[in-house]
């Protein structure tokens, strides 16, 4: 049996609550999709073409998060697998708090928020860095059981979740995310090396 090599990992954001259409900060709060963002998700798997090949599906256990992979599932025979740590991006004390309200509050945190929001935690929030060990190290183990030369999986997360994973399989630092967040909710691929996932592991344990 051939090992493991590289996986081909698909990755798919997770459609708006009615926090997101009230412009209201949300991160880990547990909300379904509004009709629009449940419109957007079956949208995008409709344009989608490769679903038979997943294998597996990794998502967190929140609603919306659950709603956006039973839309993939439905037509498919594919594992779904849910983990609490797959969750959104948490924003502590901000979680609720209208957009409008904070730049009217703290003004100067709401500008440096929007300028910058990496490198911004809220109250008792989550930062971007923890967010990533977590997140990249569930999907490192989540596909270490998979067998043959590229397995193929299918991330389903939340905006702020989506936007840290997107910007690792990219290689890249987490910016503009603002920017990513704006376009179109749509099915990415990419292909993920087995050795790039131990790196990160690694890198993990070294760091503890």
């Not at 995008?44 to 993939?72: G, M, N, P, Y």
């Not at 067998?147 to 905006?159: I, S």
Request: proline content about 4%.
């Amino acid at each position: 049996m051939s090992k493991v090599s590289q996986y081909t990992i698909h990755l798919l954001r997770v459609g708006e609550t009615a926090w997101d259409a009230d412009d209201r900060i949300i991160g880990d709060t547990d909300l379904p999709m509004t009709d629009s963002g449940t419109a957007a998700v079956a949208s995008a798997i409709r344009t989608f073409h490769d679903q038979s090949l997943i294998s597996t599906l990794l998502t967190s256990h929140e609603e919306a998060a659950q709603q956006a992979a039973k839309l993939v599932g439905s037509s498919t025979d594919m594992k779904i697998k849910a983990f609490d740590s797959l969750n959104n991006v948490g924003q502590g004390l901000w979680e609720g708090v209208l957009k409008s309200d904070l730049e009217n509050r703290y003004p100067s945190a709401y500008s440096q928020w929007q300028e910058t929001p990496e490198r911004i935690v809220p109250p008792e929030g989550e930062s971007f860095e923890v967010a990533l060990d977590r997140l990249i190290s569930t999907i490192a183990k989540a596909t270490t059981k998979a067998k043959g030369p590229n397995p193929v999986f299918l991330l389903v997360l939340r905006p702020w979740a989506w936007v840290t994973v997107r910007c690792w399989l990219n290689d890249q630092k987490i910016s503009d995310i603002w920017d990513q967040l704006a376009q179109p909710i749509q099915v990415e691929s990419y292909q993920v090396t087995k050795s790039s996932l131990e790196a990160f592991q690694k890198k993990l344990k070294a760091s503890a």
